[in-house]
């Protein structure tokens, strides 16, 4: 979804070009222009080309806006390229990058009447995302200190380990030193990550064990948590509610976890 800020939608390809880079720029610190488009015969378009490379995620960006009430045609793109290679989204960095062709767009409002642009179908459409380990690790770590910041408890250090399952799945296992006053203690999490053909992942199997009576009160105050989250779905990314049916996708493990999977409209 990419929201205009705009009542009417865009008549020319300069404007539809000033409208997204606003309205990419209010999500993401960037230096330049983000968007660059090429007109055919607009609303024909050769190219939108997104480069977000070495983004910063905002720190109070605005939720995504949703379509309400009926959608209408609105663009014919040839290519559409979107990288986004060291995107900051807060403590970790990802890459991402996505390319189709004959892309299809529709335009809606959503609730304050503000036109609003979305992906409907398109062709031979290939997308990736990885993270490096080392920044999930400090993804985790972070999570885990602001809970543990609660019960007066420091985490000194997470080391991740991750296992490849299948192609749709993963066996984690995190293990963290935790300190309260003079007590310290190694506490092991694990747990299981699978990933559907529409990037819902889910966790489950969570459990925690530690030496010591530490490390048991450590586990028995992140056990509460486990139980919201054990079994519950997650979108990794938000998709188009059109015709994009993802096929091929795959989980990999090495230096980085990595997604990738083609798209393409219903056959």
């Known amino acids: ?86 995107l ?18 529709v335009q809606g409002k959503d609730a304050d009447a503000q036109s609003v642009l979305s992906l409907e179908n398109a062709s031979d459409g290939k997308m990736e995302i990885s993270i490096a380990q080392t920044d999930l690790e400090a993804l985790i770590a972070g999570l885990a200190q602001d809970q543990a910041s609660k019960q007066g408890i ?11 399952k299948s192609a749709h799945s993963l066996i984690a296992e995190v293990h963290v030193r935790a300190r309260k006053l003079f007590l310290s203690a190694s506490i092991l999490v694990t747990g299981q990550l699978d990933l559907d053909d529409q990037l819902n992942s889910k966790i489950s199997g969570l459990n925690c064990t530690g030496d010591g009576a530490f490390a048991t009160l450590a586990c028995g105050i992140l056990k509460p948590h486990f139980q919201k989250i054990d079994g519950r779905e997650f979108a990794l990314m938000s998709l188009p509610s059109g015709e994009i049916r993802l096929r091929d996708v795959r989980l990999t493990v090495g230096d980085k976890l990595c997604v990738t999977a083609e798209f393409g409209a219903v056959a």
């Open 154 to 164: 420091t985490i000194d250090g997470v080391q991740l380990k991750l296992r490849q």
């Open 1 to 86: 979804m990419f929201p205009l800020h705009t009542a009417n939608f865009p008549c020319s390809a300069s404007e539809l070009e000033r409208l997204l880079n606003h309205s990419l720029q209010r999500i993401f610190s960037i230096e330049a222009d983000p968007v660059s488009i090429r007109d055919a015969s607009y609303p024909h378009l050769k190219e939108i080309r997104v480069s977000l490379d070495g983004a910063r995620l905002q720190l109070n960006p605005p939720r995504p806006r949703s379509i309400s009430g009926k959608m209408s045609p609105a663009l014919r793109v040839d290519r559409l390229s979107l990288s986004a290679l060291a």
């Open 88 to 105: 900051s989204l807060g403590p970790a960095t990802i890459d991402l990058s996505l390319s189709a062709r004959a892309v299809n767009f």
